[in-house]
């Protein structure tokens, strides 16, 4: 196979992860670790091939620039590369009693996403610098501006939720109470609010670094207002989601899964990989 099969194979693979993740972590749900674990580690060694291939290997030579890129594009990357393996996990467990018999798999889950959001804002960082270089400085800065302010609440709501959640969890399962204590109510109001904002900061993130990359050429039009339009909407319905709860509850919730949020930026990743084949062959 030569070098441009292995570069269209690659970047087609990496386009269906997050749909064949999707798929299989919501219509197939939780499966054994036996299982998913050795499938979760074979996709990451092809993600990563494919990666390769895409454009990642312009880091072999000595062209800082499109290295750079390529670095930052594939920090943007890793976090699905990470988040594949919910497609074994499935959606977290909706009682006491699932949640503390899988405990171990929940704290994995959400201490991945932890990695994820840092490797989310190591990627953001790295594209702001190049995009500065290329005389952008305003968007790209606000974008990074952003992220700061997410990543740190992003982990504090999955620490939350890995292990903060996993505590109480167990407490009620060995207690038999079924119910949550009135104390919890408000802890849970104050994560809701950390959550939307932290889910809300990283579509904005998304809409400046499009607008950055939009102006300096490396997003085209088409492109650009794709990114625009997921990420605008996405936006709205969280903001709505806060204010009018039951309206827009369902909605709320789906784009507030933290894999969802982290698709564009993963997208754009993929996206500049091939840019950077492009341009070099």
Not at 35 to 40: E, G, L, S
Not at 105 to 133: C, H, N, P, T, W
Not at 175 to 182: G, Q, R, V, Y
């Amino acid at each position: 196979m030569n070098t441009r099969a292995l570069n269209t194979a690659g970047y087609i693979y990496l386009l269906l992860v997050p749909f064949f993740a999707g798929v299989l972590g919501f219509g197939v749900g939780h499966v054994s670790y036996k299982i998913y674990i050795p499938v979760w580690i074979l996709n990451v060694i092809i993600m990563l091939i494919a990666a390769w291939f895409t454009g990642l290997n312009i880091i072999r030579f000595k062209n800082e620039e499109q290295s750079h890129l390529a670095k930052a594009a594939f920090f943007l990357i890793v976090p699905w590369i990470l988040i594949s393996m919910f497609a074994g996990l499935g959606p977290p467990p909706e009682n006491a009693i699932d949640w503390t018999l899988t405990s171990t798999e929940q704290q994995i889950r959400y201490s991945m996403l932890v990695v994820a959001g840092l490797f989310l804002l190591l990627g953001i960082a790295v594209l702001k610098d190049r995009l500065k270089k290329k005389g952008e400085s305003f968007y790209s800065l606000l974008a990074l501006i952003s992220i700061l302010i997410t990543i740190p609440l992003f982990i504090i709501n999955m620490l939350y939720w890995g292990f903060y959640l996993t505590e109480l969890f167990r407490i009620q399962t060995e207690k038999n109470i079924l119910s949550f204590p009135d104390w919890f109510l408000p802890v849970r109001q104050l994560f809701g609010v950390i959550s939307a904002i932290e889910v809300s900061l990283t579509y904005v993130t998304v809409i400046l670094i499009a607008a950055s990359m939009k102006k300096v050429g490396l997003l085209n039009n088409r492109s650009n207002a794709l990114y625009m339009l997921f990420s605008i909407t996405a936006l709205i319905i969280m903001i709505l989601s806060v204010f009018l709860t039951e309206t827009f509850k369902t909605a709320g919730f789906a784009v507030s899964i933290p894999a969802v949020p982290f698709l564009m930026p993963y997208i754009i990743g993929v996206n500049l990989l091939k840019k950077i084949s492009i341009t070099l062959n």
